[in-house]
Every structure is written in C-alpha cells, then in structure tokens.
C-alpha cells in the first residue's frame, strides 16, 4: 500500500472550504484551526506517535503513545476557543453533548465533532469542514487518507454522514 503524500496547492486555500457565509467566527476558526493541521503524520506510521502527537497527549494529561482522535479534537477546539468535555481524549466523554445530525442544517454542521461508533459506546471523533448537498468533508486525527492501511495522521475525508456507525454531532460551545 502506498501513503500519498499532497503535493502543494493540492487543496484549496482554506477560504474556499468555508463556502458559507453564514457561519459563527467560532465555526470558522475551528475549520482554520483543523486544517493548519491536515497532512501531520504519525513516526513511524502506525505508531500513535510522532513530535507533535506526543506534544498534544502531554497537553491532555496523558503519556503517549495514545490513540488521539479525541484529543486532537480536543486541542483543535480548545485552540479556536470552544469549550471541551471533561475527559475529552476518551470519545465517549463526548457522548452527553450528542445532537442527532438531522436537527442541523448543512450550515450548523459546519465546524461540529462528529461522533461514530455504537450507542454508548463512542469510537471515533472528527470535524466537519464541508457539508453540502451532495458531500461532507471531515477533518480527523488517528485516521488515514482514502486508500491507506492505517490510521496514521490528521487527515480530510469524504464522510457520507448516513453511515451507520454516525452518532450524531457536537456543537462547539463558548
């Protein structure tokens, strides 16, 4: 399997992601804050570890390696001045502030943790940057591009938000 690497200018400037006008400064300095880290890879691969992995689990109180979706959700929201759940690097510590994605329009989304796995039982957390009619793009950390082996970095993906495995989102709250 090969790890894809994005050239420069690959993706879009940040401000053509946020193609709604009608977001809160928080939604919008989450997405910023998400997307300075895409492409941050685990050393070595698969490792849970890399400089700044290991910088963010010290930050949320834990010796690495860790699995760190949640506290990579955690640091992004914490960054762009949301608040975070106590015990947030644990994915079910996200579970009390569920709303279920039909209660938001596309716009709400935008900027919200995304919660998957099984009912009270959390697995993976990530952000919402895009979401249109016909695509949601999410930001997420421990996870891999399309088309990798592993979950090894921060990453943007297409996540159709039908999947069986969404819980539901989290609003960032100030």
């Known amino acids: 399997m090969t790890m894809i690497r994005r050239e420069p200018n690959h993706w879009p400037t940040i401000r053509r992601w946020l193609t709604v006008a009608d977001i809160s400064p928080l939604q919008r300095a989450i997405v910023q804050r998400a997307m ?4 941050e890879l685990e050393r070595p691969l698969g490792s849970n570890r890399s400089p700044y992995i290991d910088e963010i689990t010290r930050w949320a109180g834990l010796t690495p390696p860790q699995y760190w979706c949640g506290i990579w959700v955690g640091r992004v929201f914490v960054d762009a001045g949301s608040l975070i759940p106590a015990g947030f690097p644990s994915c079910d510590a996200w579970l009390p502030y569920l709303e279920p994605l039909e209660t938001l329009t596309r716009a709400e989304r935008i900027g919200c ?11 993976h957390i990530g952000i919402i940057v895009r979401c249109e009619a016909d695509i949601t793009l999410t930001i997420e950390g421990n996870r891999g591009y399309a088309g990798s082996g592993t979950n090894n970095g921060v990453c943007v993906d297409t996540a159709p938000l039908t999947r069986k495995d969404v819980l539901g989102v989290i609003r960032p709250r100030l």
């Open 36 to 39: 300075a880290d895409d492409g």
């Open 113 to 123: 943790a995304v919660l998957y796995g099984t009912p009270n039982d959390a697995k």
